[in-house]
């Protein structure tokens, strides 16, 4: 596995498991954290042994409690400070900003999009706080399962920011527009029922319950069916929700049925039914995915 700093990743029983380890500072998010757990995805997407990822936190305390806050006043302004990317100033010479300018870019919302991209399903074991990124970056995984201490707060209108981490468009999809309004507008803190109730997180367990859960959860995602399917299925979702008309997902599928319908897997898919035995799928998301344009690609930042 790759050497970080700011995570810890683990691979076993085809699960990939991605731990956020910064516990003397409740795990919080830095820019390097971010780099790192993109290249942690990077790395479970490459690896056709991995089927899903749990993204957990590292001691008892926290998941994630938000942007490392130890710049001060200054850590939101990245026009004075640190940018996530260090790629200059978007600062014209006369003054006007470039706003398309990658330095402009907010760093949450590149691991949202890192996330949203994942070829394997994601799933959240919040396992303490999780508040703003913290909260803001388990939207884009698949599933969000939570220990029964477990806080949550999309906190930014305490902060004096908005929402970033692209969850004004994650959030709204999850629980509804009322509710993530309601969560943005106050920036309160709520516990794991709420959560729970308001449809956020899937189910709550006892801490010491908590990645057993996930992982059964993962195998059962997994353990029956055809890696190169459930990528698909995983984008074909995810990607449907801001599409403007049925008419796009019906484009979308009638190819990618007829490309997988002649695949090695659907053939195996029917003979193992046939002789009702598991499935044994060949093809590898690696080397066998479809991509088809441009329902499948990402528009560039402007």
């Given amino acids: ?38 290249a942690a995805f990077d790395e479970a997407d490459a690896d056709d042994s991995v089927r899903a990822l749990i993204v957990t936190g590292s001691g008892e305390r926290a998941f994630c409690a938000g942007a490392d806050l130890s710049g001060g006043a200054k850590t939101f302004d990245y026009a004075e400070g640190k940018s996530w990317n260090e790629k200059g100033s978007p600062k014209r010479d006369d003054g006007s900003m470039d706003w398309s300018h990658p330095s402009v870019r907010d760093g949450g919302g590149m691991l949202s999009l890192r996330i949203f991209n994942s070829k394997k399903p994601v799933i959240a074991a919040v396992n303490g706080a999780a508040v703003g990124v913290g909260a803001t970056m388990t939207l884009p995984m698949d599933f969000r399962l939570a220990s029964d201490t477990a806080r949550f707060g999309f906190v930014f209108s305490k902060r004096g920011i908005v929402p970033e981490a692209a969850s004004s468009w994650f959030l709204p999809r999850v629980v509804g527009i009322g509710q993530a309004l309601e969560w943005c507008y106050s920036g309160k803190v709520f516990g794991a029922e709420e959560a729970h109730e308001k449809g956020l997180v899937r189910s709550l367990h006892p801490p010491g319950d908590l990645i057993d859960a996930a992982r059964s959860l993962a195998h059962e995602l997994t353990d029956e069916t055809a890696p190169v399917s459930v990528a698909m299925a995983r984008q074909m979702l995810w990607r449907g ?40 799928y060949p093809d590898r998301v690696s080397t066998d995915m479809p991509h088809f344009a441009p329902w499948m690609d990402d528009p560039d930042y402007t």
């Fill in 1 to 38: 596995m790759s050497d970080y700093e700011t995570i810890l990743t683990d691979v076993s029983e085809g699960i990939f498991t991605l731990i956020l380890n910064r516990p003397d500072k409740m795990n919080a998010f830095t820019g390097r954290m971010m780099h790192e757990m993109c």
């Fill in 241 to 280: 929700l801001g599409a403007p008309h049925p008419m796009v997902a019906h484009q979308l599928e009638s190819r990618a049925v007829w490309s997988r319908g002649a695949s090695a897997d659907a053939k195996e898919g029917i003979e193992s039914f046939l002789e009702k035995r598991p499935g044994e």
